[in-house]
């Protein structure tokens, strides 16, 4: 038998009180030796507590189980997806005759709204439980690709940013790869391909079919009027998630990618209050996630909000695939997209050596190499330092003079210290070349000198523009396209048609009543993530004097 982690830490035993307050929510449920309580791909598995025997928790690989470890009376099964929506990932089987508790999502978040801390010990548990299943790939899902290919990256990218546990197979390293993929009947040019428990096999699949697919897509209700719609799941959106959610609103979330926004890429975040160490954007994106959901948000990631109706009625937000979903508000929190250099031929090496995020996975790639890293600001310095860790030698390249005036003060004087990172002031990139992968970098010095070097991996942080295509003309916007909202309104903005209430816009509310902005998105705001997080969350206080009116 092969634990995945400390035995008190990841299935810790409920004391008399915690178990007294789970049976006058729960069911009681008498399981059958052999019995399977979850099956792999089940949605809304419950949360399960034993009485009395036992439940082992089985991985499947192929044909091939294996005990993970077995849960006993007073423990608890269940894990990440427990509170959320998504399709379970591991097995559950009765090893004896078990009497058991049952609880489904909504049961368990109202036993845990209602006592911190059985809340403390199920939360942190579960999401241990997560972290162990990722580090040990316990998740199901088999990704085989190339590193050489833009697809695998962007797959690799979304269930990493979605938290999901996987295990990843390269074409060109692993071995087993050919002998799978022949039984599969797939040729290597088809990679990359996902399997998910073993038997459902995905060719080169969109993220939004990988959502389905893992049951982390979200399921609207096209018939349903939420109190609260999101979009975008950034620092701005899963404050106002966490803090909505737990007043007691009907909340729904929706992003194009995954939680996190642009901060989810961050290696790491130092000058966030509260953390010392710093944490990463997908750590704190995760933890805030898990917050939102516990107190009943709904979240649908890969669905992309392509407009905004915003009449006299309750606003209407349609999906890229077809879906419409009602709100009686609505928060605009869709950020910002990555500005990308003028460069000829830049799209052809995009996730082929060129990067908009420095995480862990793309290091792998460039391990030992140089690097080029554009961009003076905080992003750009944050990159620089970690990726200085796997590369040999990193290039920063900045328009402006150094990086005094755009960059904060402990990451200059990290890059300063920093002996394999070089500083190229008032340079910029010229020229990219390469076949099928980025082979070679050109960049343009101060002398106005164009110099070509043996480079694969180029990382841009050169800022973002506003993503607010969506909006259709809905709202007033400022001349950069940045949402205008309280006192940045101005009286041009207002007609008859866009503003029917006898008082001025609340702050963070556009021209529209009930319609707010925060975030990187708003015009006028501090692009920071603890502003982000504060403006989503003061939004929900003006939200609820909107409801009341």
Request: aromatic fraction near 6%; include cysteine; hydrophobic fraction near 45%.
């Amino acid at each position: 038998m092969a634990d995945i982690g400390d035995r008190d830490l990841v299935f810790p035993r409920l004391g008399d009180r915690q178990l007294a307050l789970l049976e006058r929510h729960g069911r009681h449920q008498r399981i059958a030796a052999g019995s399977i309580v979850v099956a792999v791909g089940q949605q809304r598995a419950g949360f399960i507590v034993v009485l009395r025997g036992g439940i082992d928790i089985i991985r499947r690989d192929d044909d091939v189980e294996k005990i993970v470890s077995t849960i006993g009376p007073r423990e608890f099964g269940g894990e990440f997806s427990t509170i959320g929506n998504a399709r379970a990932i591991l097995e559950v089987r009765a090893r004896e005759d078990t009497d058991a508790l049952v609880l489904d999502g909504p049961e368990l978040r109202r036993v845990l709204a209602g006592d911190a801390e059985l809340s403390d010990l199920v939360t942190r548990t579960l999401i241990e439980r997560r972290l162990r299943m990722i580090r040990h790939g316990f998740g199901g899902v088999r990704l085989i690709g190339s590193r050489h290919s833009a697809d695998t990256l962007r797959l690799r990218a979304f269930l990493t940013r979605n938290s999901h546990p996987h295990v990843y197979l390269d074409v060109e390293r692993d071995a087993d790869t050919a002998a799978l993929l022949e039984r599969l009947h797939i040729r290597p040019e088809e990679v990359p391909i996902l399997i998910w428990a073993g038997t459902e096999v995905l060719r080169n699949p969109s993220n939004r079919a990988v959502a389905e697919c893992l049951g982390f897509g979200g399921a609207l209700g096209a018939d349903r009027l939420y109190d609260f719609a999101i979009v975008g799941a950034g620092p701005a959106g899963l404050g106002a998630a966490v803090y909505a959610a737990s007043e007691g609103l009907s909340v729904l979330v929706l992003d194009a990618d995954a939680p996190g926004g642009q901060a989810g890429a961050s290696s790491k975040i130092e000058n966030y209050l509260g953390f010392p160490t710093g944490l990463s954007g997908q750590e704190l994106a995760a933890r805030a996630f898990v917050q939102a959901q516990k107190f009943g948000a709904e979240f649908a990631v890969a669905r992309e909000v392509t407009r905004l109706h915003c009449g006299n009625g309750h606003p209407v937000l349609d999906m890229a695939d077809g879906d419409s979903i009602r709100a009686r508000a609505v928060l605009i929190a869709s950020g910002a997209r990555y500005r990308k250099p003028a460069v000829a031929d830049l799209p052809r090496f995009e996730g082929r050596g060129v990067y908009y995020r420095a995480s862990h996975m793309e290091a792998q790639f460039c391990r030992d190499d140089e690097v080029v890293v554009i961009g003076g600001g905080n992003s750009a310095g944050q990159a620089a330092v970690f990726l200085a860790k796997h590369a040999r030698h990193v290039h920063m390249l900045v328009r402006g003079d150094g990086l005094a005036r755009t960059m904060s003060r402990y990451l200059v004087q990290r890059i300063e210290s920093t002996a394999n990172i070089s500083l190229h002031p008032r340079s910029e990139l010229a020229a990219l070349a390469g076949d099928e992968q980025l082979e070679r970098v050109a960049w343009r010095g101060e002398n106005g000198v164009v110099t070509e070097h043996a480079i694969a991996h180029v990382f841009v942080f050169i800022g973002a523009d506003p993503n607010t295509q969506w909006l259709q003309n809905c709202v007033a916007l400022d001349a950069q396209g940045f949402v205008r909202t309280g006192n940045d309104l101005r009286p041009a903005d207002f007609d008859l048609e866009t503003w029917n209430r006898p008082r001025l816009p609340y702050a963070f509310e556009t021209n529209r009543p009930g319609i707010f902005a925060a975030g990187d998105v708003r015009s006028g705001s501090v692009k920071r993530v603890a502003s982000s997080v504060g403006e989503g969350a003061i939004t929900v206080q003006y939200l609820h004097a909107f409801l009341e009116e």
